[in-house]
């Protein structure tokens, strides 16, 4: 008794599938008349943005989907024990030609199945990976804000024949963040939409756009590159107490050039190659350029004071040569008169090479104020800047 209607049930699912699809042509537009528009509304909710590439583009994974009315599919539900909707093959069936427009969807799971209701209202569901093309301003990395459109269109259907609309209003889509994974690097400001036609081969096309407006959480970058490259400069700028003559202040900058290299290299691997602006955190390699100037003029100067002392030597035993010359076998007045002259002379050496130094120690110090000063007007502005739009960002 208990299997009676249980057998009854599964027969009315079986006999429902097989009066909807007997006579189906899955490939004419289901409308009885063939001038009737046929609305497809379509709707996204975006989950999660996988990755950004070095090529101008986004990884997103959305749950998409789309409703349209199949007037081939209506059933009395009192007709077949109540079934008020069914699950059908999406083969078998008429699917609407709706796609991407920007780039071609990614790996996407197949969805076998769509929801029929008896009114022929047909539910199509799927999450998809697309990639979206977008043009990245990296200027103000890492607080920039990318915006990223996704557009939907019928491949073929004219506005005659498919028209698109959206399901939800446009204020529930964008400010939709439900199932968004906001634990990620980026973090979802809101999906925007827009509809619009348009003109063609003397045919108006139905458009839909989402704008996908997303912003960097930059606190990575900035305790992985921008706090130590600040700590570089700040270094830097400690160098110029060092003295100019001294072999330290070389080494010293060597150094800090090394690790100005390495994060040099580490900003340029994060940042997408086809950039087209100069971010705005590359600028410290002025503050490089600046050591590299400092770090030549700390060379010139060391070899100019050791040239100098290299050439007064000779000069010396020169003149001690020829004061020896003037007689063999000197007196005790004579030799007198010559050890005075030798000092006299070595004094007057020193006094020359003293005031060489000096000058160039003078002018090389007047230049090393200056590239001082430069540099720390360099290092200001560049981490007021940093931290302006860290602040904006935090309150935007």
Not at 278 to 304: E, G, N, R, W, Y
Request: aromatic share 12%; glycine share 2%.
């Amino acid at each position: 008794a208990e299997s009676v209607p249980e057998k009854s049930k599964r027969s009315a699912l079986n006999q429902l599938t097989r009066t909807l699809l007997r006579n189906y042509d899955c490939g004419v537009r289901p409308v009885h008349n063939w001038t009737s528009l046929t609305t497809v509304y379509i709707d996204l909710i975006l989950q999660s943005v996988l990755d950004d590439g070095k090529t101008q583009s986004i990884t997103t994974s959305i749950l998409y989907r789309q409703v349209w009315t199949d007037e081939f599919l209506v059933w009395d539900p009192e007709e077949f024990d109540g079934i008020n909707e069914i699950s059908l093959s999406s083969d078998a069936i008429w699917i609407p030609d709706v796609i991407v427009t920007e780039v071609n969807e990614g790996k996407s799971p197949q969805i076998p199945y769509v929801y029929v209701n008896s009114s022929g209202s047909v539910r199509n569901y799927r999450p998809m990976q697309v990639v979206l093309a977008c043009s990245l301003e990296m200027y103000a990395f890492p607080f920039d804000k990318q915006n990223c459109s996704l557009t939907f269109r019928s491949w073929l259907h004219s506005v005659t024949e498919i028209d698109l609309a959206l399901w939800r209003s446009a204020e529930a889509i964008a400010n939709d963040k439900r199932e968004f994974m906001n634990d990620g690097e980026w973090e979802l400001l809101s999906i925007p939409s827009s509809y619009w036609q348009i003109h063609q081969d003397d045919t108006d096309y139905a458009h839909i756009q989402f704008n996908v407006l997303i912003r960097r959480r930059p606190l990575l970058y900035v305790v992985g590159l921008l706090i130590p490259s600040i700590f570089l400069m700040l270094v830097d700028i400690t160098s110029f107490y060092l003295p100019l003559n001294s072999g330290t202040r070389i080494v010293f900058k060597v150094s800090i050039l090394l690790g100005y290299t390495v994060f040099r290299v580490n900003i340029t691997e994060e940042l997408p190659s086809t950039a087209v602006r100069t971010p705005l955190i590359v600028f410290f390699v002025v503050c490089m350029a600046l050591l590299m100037l400092s770090l030549i003029k700390s060379m010139l100067v060391v070899k100019l004071l050791y040239h100098n002392e290299k050439e007064l030597e000779p000069s010396l035993e020169e003149d001690l040569l020829s004061l020896n010359e003037i007689q063999d076998e000197p007196s005790r007045l004579d030799w007198l008169l010559q050890e005075l002259a030798s000092l006299r002379l070595a004094l007057s050496q020193d006094d020359k090479e003293s005031s060489a130094q000096a000058d160039w120690l003078d002018l090389c110090s007047k230049l090393d104020r200056f590239l001082f000063r430069f540099y720390l007007l360099v290092v200001v502005l560049y981490t007021s800047t940093l931290l302006l739009l860290w602040a904006s960002w935090s309150f935007a």
